[in-house]
């Protein structure tokens, strides 16, 4: 119904910037909360950031809080998530999702249905 597709990834050195987008494809976008996660090779995936169908609320992980913002632009169907002062363990895999919940409620716990390929962000030291 929903398909996703990542895109921005690649190498970059610690301190420096990307930002990732998230083109959507299907169902209605204004209504889908967006969330990004990464998972680094060996560890569980982590939740980074995530915001609501307005645009509105936001919500991002202790660990990336002040460097990293999460914004969409509706008309584009599509989510971003710009990373900047970035450091070594920021690399990993990243990951788009979305469901047709609020982001209030996947704070809660409320799974992601919806999830794109990943793509890949190496940070060197």
């Known amino acids: 119904q929903v398909q996703l597709v990542e895109s921005g990834g690649g190498l970059v050195q610690a301190g420096g910037s990307l930002r990732l987008s998230c083109a959507a494809s299907g169902g209605t976008f204004s209504s889908l909360t967006m969330g990004w996660f990464r998972q680094a090779p060996g560890k569980e995936r982590e939740f980074v950031a995530a915001?609501?169908?307005?645009?509105?609320?936001?919500y991002y992980a202790a660990s990336v809080k002040g460097r990293f913002l999460i914004a969409r632009e509706n008309a584009k169907k599509t989510s971003y998530l710009q990373m900047n002062g970035l450091k070594p363990e920021d690399t990993a895999v990243y990951y788009c999702a979305a469901v047709y919940r609020s982001v209030e409620a996947t704070m809660r716990g409320t799974e992601y249905e919806f999830w794109g390929q990943g793509t890949q962000v190496t940070v060197s030291s």
């Open positions: 915001i609501s169908g307005s645009g509105l609320n936001l």
